[in-house]
Every structure is written in structure tokens, then in C-alpha cells.
């Protein structure tokens, strides 16, 4: 029996879903994929706009817990690391090591992405998502108990194992058991998830700032919405086309008879999937096999397609914003980890608003037009953070050398560059100065206005403390400055250009661009390639940073977000309401044309390129 398809049938018992013609008569329609005969019933009524019930929002929003796992672990190791930081000595002195702590998810990411695919091929959507959970609890708990940064490291590559795994396959699940019209609105609904996910996760660090072991709350918490997935997906059944695919047709049939209410909808959803099967069983008989995706050019420019989207996604910045957040925030002058927070909660709020925007417009617009007017927001937010972050670092206040010379009766404290600091240079030795010392140093701020002249120390406990004491603010990621509102506004700009657009498409069109055969497997090498592009641009962040300033780093982030622009313009075709069927269709006929073409909607169900000849069309 079927997991929450109601009756149990025999793989040999016809499924009865009349089919009437045009006068009326009932007849059949002969499956030649090796299965029974299939009865649908299509009247000649035209077609029914197809309608959300509950059994679709209960599908969706189950699945699309995995969104809000991942969104949850990309926010709360933002702030977690704050307090890890200052924990672990080894890990507050260490740059790499703090990369490491956030990166080792991401890299755990990549591997259950890249299994995660033929997982779900194989053993079906649901047992894997169910598995990705089971992953993600044991990560939390190790991460939760760890007494050394090892551990963390450990805990925080089995979290990565289970986001990577749920990453691919919630979306695809997601998408293969929803209507056409509604599927690009429900597979947002899993990064509604994430960006939800992350704004818990800065509720949840803020909850958390007082409490005894603050970090380890943190991390902990994140097993909560695991279990709620694990639970609610015994629930629920399979993958119709999954279903359909491994040739349990009565099974999927039940599936689809609980999203199409009504019997003119199933019947010519049945029809198509049953078409779609077939054509691709013909390929597979015709010896078509992964090998031969690179020299078939609709497959090609498909899988192109869909990694090119995942990877500017990640290359255009969105999780260093997302990842180090409190961290840009203290880059840009604020010195509260509190403060810090605050601030990464409501910009996480903007994004969580943002995706809602999208998946408003995301089946109204359509994937690309939206995709290309996110980016183009994105650049100019890249260029305001640009600017930002070099006026902070051109306004940060002088360094009192007298008073950082002779802190609490001598020179113990004071940073070593001062010890022998040429007389011609000390005027000119700022805050911004003091931080990019070779040892590592902080800057003890002026009591009640912040932009006279501080001490540079020695970083470390005693001085953070002793500096405290003074009621003087402590720093040692950015420096005080008139500018930081700047910093904060382009992070404000960033996320609501970012999160209806780029944050959603890439993941909606990757889990309805590909044929069904290849679908597990393409979706979980765009997948990977997307965990690997965060990888990179995560585990260099703070490198580039403090190698040549948060200004260049943004000016580069900005020239790859145009790139971004043009390859989006230049390969990635519209795919709004077009059925799975008539996506292949439409390949095959842009294949025909080569890269680069643009394509327009011409009718209800037909799409092709602009210029194409009458005979190409498809």
C-alpha cells in the first residue's frame, strides 16, 4: 500500500480515468511503455485553470521544511560565531579557522547534493528527504556538546550532508507534485522557507545573547524543525512522476487525483505524463545514457542553463551578506554584538519579505524578466556597499599614541606596531591603521563620542574587558566612523533586490527545466555546483577582506553580478507555465536555433524564438 494514497492496488489493476471524445464516446488509450492501459477522461469543455487545495499547501510546506533548515544553519552560524569566537581563543585569532567553521557546512553541502540526486532517482523523493533530516539532527547535537573547535568542524559537515541532500531534493518533490500554474509560486515557497529560516536563526541568537552557553543554544535549536520534517513527511506520499516513472501507475494516479480535484484535469495530466514517460523510455532504448548529455545540445543547453544560474547565485554575494551579516555590520563601525545582530535580524526580515514579493511575481512576471531585474538591483547595491566601505575606511578616528603607550601604567597592553612607530607617521595613525597590524590588535574607543581619538591595544580578553571598564567600545573588525549608515542602507538595497528575484529563480528553474530521466541527477549537479560556488566565495571572504578591503571586495562582487546579467539575458530562456512536456518541446526547438536566442510566448501553449521560421516553431 501506497504511504498516504489511500487504497491499496495491485501493479496490474487498470487505473479509471475516463476518456471521452468530441461526440462523447469513452474509449482507451494504449500505453506502448510496458504498462496497463490507462482510462482519461478529457471533455471538450476546454480547459479548467487548475486550483490550490490543502493536500497541495500540505505537500509543499512539508517538504519545503528543508528550505528552512537550510536557512536556518546559514543564519545562526552568523552570530553563533561571534561567541565561538570568543570561546575559543584559537578560533577569535585565527581568520581561516573561523572560514572553516562556517565553509566545512558547504562542504559537506556538496557531497549530499551530488548523492543526493541519484539518491532520489533511485530511492524515491520522500526516503531521502526523510534521510537528510535524520543527517541534520545528529550534526546539531555534536555541534551543540562540542568542547573544541574540531567538533564543531565535525557536527557542522554532517548539517552540511543533510542541507545538501534536502537542498535538491524538497524542490524537486515540490515541483513534481504541483499544477503548472502554481509550480514556480510553490517551489519559492521552499526559499520563502530558507529566508524564514534565517530570520528565526537571528530571533533565536538574540533570544540567546544572555544565556549560559549562548552558541551552543544556537546550534542546538536547529535540530527542532528537522524532527517537525521527519514527522509530517510519514505523512505524505511519494512523487506522482516518480511513482509513474518506476511503473506504479495506480499509485501515482492516487497521488494526482489528490491535487487535480476535478477529472478533466487529471485525465490531461495523466495524459501528459504518460507521453512524457514514454518518449523517454523510447530514448532509453535507443542507448541514450548520461555520456551522451554533451553531445546532445538541447540537454546541454539545459544543464547549462540551470548550473549557470545556480552558480551566479552564489557568486553575486548573496551569502557573504547572509553568512558573515553581523560580521559586515561590525566591518562597517558597530562594535555590539547585540547591535550586530539587531541589525542582521532586520535586514534577514527584509529578505524573508522580499522572497514573498517573489513568489507573488515569479508565475505573473516570469522567471527570467524577474531574474534580470533582481540582478540589476543587485549591481547597484554592490556599488553603494562599494563606496561604503571606502569612506569608512578614509573616516575612522586617530589613535592617541601617549595614551596607548602607557595603558593601566605601561606598555604591556599596547599594540607592538606603536613600540616603534616612526615620529613622522604617528599623526597620521588612525583606527583603520591600527586593525590592519600585523599583530593582531583592537581599538579601544573614546568614551561618549567615538570619533576622537582611542587607544590602539593588544587584542585580547583582558583588554576587551579592561576597555569595557572604561565604557569605551571595543573593536576589532571595522572602525567607528560617520559613514556606517551607508554600509547598512546597501546591505537594505542588497537583500530586497536580491531576495524576489535571484533568490528564488535559480532553484524554480532548476526543478522543472530538465526531462524527467535525468531530472534527480541534473538537479543534483546544479545543486552541487551551487554549494561549491558558495563554498569558494564563503571561504574567501574574510581573506579578501582583510587582504584588500571590504571595498574591492563588494567592486568585485559587482563586476561578477553584471556577468551574471548578461548570462541570464544570453542563455536562460522563460519557462513560466509551461508544463513539464512542453519544456522539453521547448528545448528541442531552441536547440535547433542555438545559444543565445531570446523566445517570446506566442500563444497560450506554444513558444518560440524570435525570427524562427513557421516550420521550427514549436
Partial sequence: MEQGTGTAKSKDTPVHVEKHDDDGNPHLLQDDTGYQEVEMRIHPSGDIAPKMNAYIWKLSLSAGLGGLLFGYDTGVISGALLYIRDDFESVDKNTSLQEAIVSTALAGAIIGSAAGGKMSDRFGRKPVIMFSDVIFVIGAIVMASAVNPGLIIFGRVLVGLGIGIASMTAPLYIAEASPAKFRGALVTMNNLMITGGQFVSYVINLAFTKAPGTWRWMLGVAALPAVVQLVAMLFLPESPRWLYRRGRKDASVDVLRQIYLDQN????????????????????????????VLRTKELRMALVAGVGLQVFQQFAGINTVMYYAPSIVELAGYASHQTALLLSLIVSGMNALGTVAGIIFIDRLGRRRLAMSSLVGVIVALVVLTVAFHLTNNDSPKVAIAQSTTFQGGSSFTCPLLLNLPQSSASN??????LKATTSCGFCAASGNEMQPGICLLSNKTTSNLCGDLSRSWFTRGCP????????????????AFSPGMGPV???????IYPLQFR????GIAATANWMANLVVTQSFLSLTKAIGASYTFLLLSGIAILALLFVFLFVPETKGLSFEEMEKM??????QGWGQSWV???????RRKYVPNHLAV
Fill in 481 to 496: 566612523s560617520h559613514f556606517g549608515w551607508v554600509a547598512i542602507l546597501g546591505m537594505a538595497l542588497y537583500i530586497c
Fill in 520 to 523: 534527480g541527477v541534473f538537479g
Fill in 587 to 592: 528545448w528541442t526547438a531552441r536547440a535547433a
Fill in 265 to 292: 484535469q487529471l485525465g490531461e495530466e495523466v495524459e501528459e505524463l504518460q507521453k512524457s514517460v514514454q518518449d523517454e523510455m523510447a530514448r532509453e532504448k535507443s542507448g541514450l545514457k548520461f555520456r551522451h
Fill in 601 to 607: 510566448k506566442i500563444d497560450g501553449t506554444k513558444w
Fill in 429 to 434: 595613525f588612525d583606527c583603520f591603521s591600527c
Fill in 506 to 512: 535559480p532553484w524554480a528553474v532548476n526543478s522543472e
